[in-house]
């Protein structure tokens, strides 16, 4: 406000146009135009081109610098020790299904199954992931004529050779190999053997042996991957066995895919842990041991079978291990069917399966005589096959069958498939390492448990055979992961995550279960 002693002057000033009070004190500023540096300017300001070319070479050598250090990872990356999975042939990674023919699935209603009906069930087999198909008895004999069989004549109650080689051709273009059984012919004659000086060891007859060379190299040219024969024919001769494996190997060529075996089973369990000499002198390709103790009375108590078991166990193999659960001279398991499924399919080797061991067939019992049971397939179609009342020989209706077991929701066929997918899948339990977890008392415990490493992958197989539940408290060693998470359980009812150490097992049950801790090492 302006004071009363200076309204005239403030009156004048107002006058002359050069002050008034209700004017701004400040003057309006005119507004700020922006413009950009120019070249020289900018330079200038940014130092000149010495500090440009500092500014570039830093640059420079940052790009260079992670280049180099990325450059340095992956070489350490590549350097970098790592286990490689051996190369297996096909007959290790495979899984062999062994088939009576006469017994598995009838295609033309006469009451005995055939070569047809066998080739029709390949994409069920198919299925089951089955490499590899042991057929036999196939061959015709002279009734009471005494005489060994024709060894290059199918009989005709199953087929023809058309009807074979229409198999072979067949399995073929599946990925199915076909072998021939000879454990059910008698190859050896006593009067086809020479008595040896110290007589002990026969020597086999030249012209039996040729006789025999000559049917192996029929059925060679046929397309058959190799043959199968049992320790009890031919346990003592080395003669033959070389022979044979010669001629086999004529067949073979040096790619994987074409390469023809001979195998070798035993068939007396009592003696499974001691006839690995012939496996030790090359003169066959596979050595199959039967799973099965001696006495099938009650395995789940057979303390001394277990003890034996884990024993071998602990014993390096000297050769490629193979594990059969039935066979014609041992029939079906019958007893635990779900755990003995699980142990043949995590052990190290060759599984071999004999038929309807995937849906648990068992013997039947005909007037105290025990008689191999045909395939049951109950309503289960077969394409290109006429319906019949089980879809196998016999016609008798049982509740073991294929139909019955693809309607459960947990059967044996299912957990069957469940093992052979992860076993084709996994190279730990194709090839890993095998370590056995014993029990840390001295009391016999009913638990098998044992490793299948490789790498960084961890299985841990348990099989409680006891009638009770189980802890996993004496088999856990220290640094073992006490974590994991069940791929498979044997009544197909567990899956997820686990801690072992609270871990029970039910009675007569297994689980496979993937270990957590990557960084747990067990060579």
């Not at 039996?208 to 000559?214: E, Q, R």
Request: aromatic share 8%.
């Amino acid at each position: 406000m302006v004071l009363k002693g200076d309204q005239e002057a403030a009156a004048a000033l107002s006058v002359s146009g050069r002050y008034c009070e209700r004017e701004p004190l400040l003057g309006s500023v005119s507004a700020l135009l922006w413009a950009p540096l120019g070249q020289e300017e900018l330079q200038s300001q940014a130092g000149g081109p010495r500090w440009r070319a500092l500014r570039c070479s830093l640059l420079t050598l940052f790009w260079l610098a992670c280049l180099a250090m990325l450059g340095r990872a992956t070489t350490i990356i590549v350097q970098t020790p790592r286990p490689v999975p051996p190369r297996l042939h096909w007959w290790q990674k495979d899984l062999f299904y062994q088939i009576e023919p006469s017994l598995f699935l009838d295609t033309n209603q006469d009451g005995i199954g055939d070569i047809n009906g066998i080739r029709a069930s390949l994409p069920y087999l198919q299925s089951l992931r089955v490499g590899a198909l042991i057929l036999g008895p196939l061959f015709s004999s002279l009734a009471g004529s005494g005489s060994p069989p024709n060894l290059t004549r199918i009989n005709q109650t199953v087929g023809s050779i058309e009807d074979f080689e229409a198999l072979i051709a067949h399995s073929n273009s599946l990925g199915i190999r076909i072998l021939l059984d000879l454990c059910s012919v008698t190859l050896w004659h006593s009067e086809t053997f020479n008595t040896s000086s110290n007589h002990t060891l026969p020597d086999p007859n030249t012209s039996h042996l040729g006789t025999v060379k000559s049917a192996l190299q029929f059925w060679l040219e046929q397309g058959v991957a190799g043959f199968r024969i049992c320790d009890a024919e031919t346990i003592n001769s080395e003669q033959a066995l070389e022979e044979w494996q010669a001629v086999i190997k004529v067949y073979s060529s040096k790619e994987d895919e074409n390469e023809r075996i001979l195998i070798v089973s035993s068939v007396n369990a009592d003696s499974q842990w001691q006839d690995a000499d012939i496996v030790k002198r090359s003169l066959a390709d596979l050595f199959t041991r039967p799973l099965l103790p001696p006495s099938r009375g009650n395995l789940s108590q057979d303390r001394k079978w277990l003890t034996r078991w884990s024993e071998a166990l602990l014993t390096p193999p000297e050769a490629w291990p193979s594990w059969m659960l039935g066979g014609p001279k041992v029939g079906h398991l019958g007893e635990l069917p779900r755990l003995f499924s699980v142990l043949i399919f995590t052990l190290p080797g060759t599984p071999f399966l004999y038929y309807g061991d995937e849906i648990g067939l068992h013997e039947q019992q005909n007037n105290s005589v025990t008689e191999l049971p045909p395939m049951r397939w109950g309503s289960y179609q077969i394409p290109g096959t006429a319906r019949h009342p089980t879809g196998s020989p016999g016609g008798v209706e049982t509740q073991i069958s294929v139909e019955a077991e693809l309607k459960e929701k947990r059967s044996v066929l299912k957990l069957f498939k469940s093992l052979s997918q992860a076993r084709a899948l996994e190279v730990a339990l194709q090839c890993g390492n095998f370590t056995l977890l014993p029990s840390s008392t001295t009391a016999p415990s009913p638990v098998l448990a044992f490793l299948r490493s490789w790498e960084c992958v961890h299985f841990l197989i348990l099989l409680n055979f006891g009638h009770q539940e189980a802890s996993l408290t004496d088999h856990l060693t220290p640094g073992l992961p006490t974590r994991g998470a069940i791929v498979v359980s044997s009544r197909l009812d567990r899956q997820g995550a686990v801690a072992l150490d609270t871990l029970r097992l039910q009675p007569r049950e297994a689980l496979v279960v993937k270990l957590f801790d990557t960084s747990y090492n067990r060579s």
